[in-house]
C-alpha cells in the first residue's frame, strides 16, 4: 500500500484506488447590510452544500461544473474560515464569509485578533482603536463550511478522517 499526503491523498489498496481532497471548504460572499443574502440566504447555502456532497456521491460532469455562489475551495491558499462583521453605530458596513490565512490581517489591523483559536470557532469583537463607534467582530474556525449553515449528516472531514486512520492502520500492518 501506497500513501501520498498531499493537497490529494491517493490511497491505493489491493482492492482499488480512493480519491478524496483533503483542502478546506468555506463559504464565501460578502455584503453591507444585515438584510443582504450573505447573512439570510441560509436556505441558497445549504442548496448549494447538498448539491456538492450529492456530486461527489453521484458524479455528473455536466451539472457538477456549473459554478458555486456561497461555496468556495481553499485548496493551498487557505487554513482556516472566517466571518467579519463591521459595524458602526449599530449599522452593518460589511459582513464577509471566506477562506482565511492564519496570522494574516483581518480588515483592521489588531492584536487582539491574534488571540483567536479556530480549533474552538472563536469569536472576537473589539472596538476599532481611535474609534469608539466601530465594531469589528471575526469568527475563526478550522472545518469544512464552519463558517455558515451547519447541515446534518454529510460531513466529508469525518470520511477523510476515518480514510487516514485507515490507511495509517494499514501501513502500520504491513511493516509488522
Known amino acids: 500500500m501506497m500513501c501520498l499526503i498531499r493537497s490529494w491523498i491517493i490511497c491505493v489498496f489491493c482492492f482499488g484506488l480512493i480519491l478524496y481532497s483533503d483542502a478546506l471548504w468555506c463559504y464565501q460572499c460578502g455584503d453591507s447590510s444585515i438584510e443582504a443574502p450573505c447573512v439570510t440566504d441560509t436556505a441558497g447555502m445549504e442548496a448549494e452544500y447538498i448539491r456538492r456532497n450529492d456530486s461527489l456521491k453521484n458524479p455528473k ?31 452593518t458596513h460589511a459582513y464577509i464569509r ?31 482603536r481611535g474609534s469608539s463607534k ?8 478550522d472545518t469544512d463550511f464552519c463558517n455558515g449553515p451547519q447541515i446534518d449528516g454529510g460531513s ?18 504491513r511493516q509488522i
Open 134 to 141: 466601530r465594531l469589528v467582530c471575526v469568527t475563526i474556525c
Open 61 to 91: 460532469p455536466d451539472e457538477d461544473e456549473a459554478p458555486y455562489k456561497y461555496l468556495k475551495d481553499c485548496l493551498n491558499t487557505s487554513d482556516i474560515c472566517i466571518i467579519e462583521r463591521i459595524e458602526e453605530q449599530g449599522q
Open 156 to 173: 466529508i472531514l469525518q470520511i477523510q478522517i476515518w480514510l487516514n486512520v485507515l490507511c495509517a492502520a494499514v501501513v502500520i500492518l
Open 98 to 128: 471566506d477562506c482565511h490565512t492564519t496570522g494574516k490581517s483581518y480588515s483592521i489591523q489588531d492584536l487582539r485578533f491574534n488571540d483567536l483559536d479556530s480549533s474552538l470557532n472563536h469569536t472576537t469583537c473589539i472596538y476599532e
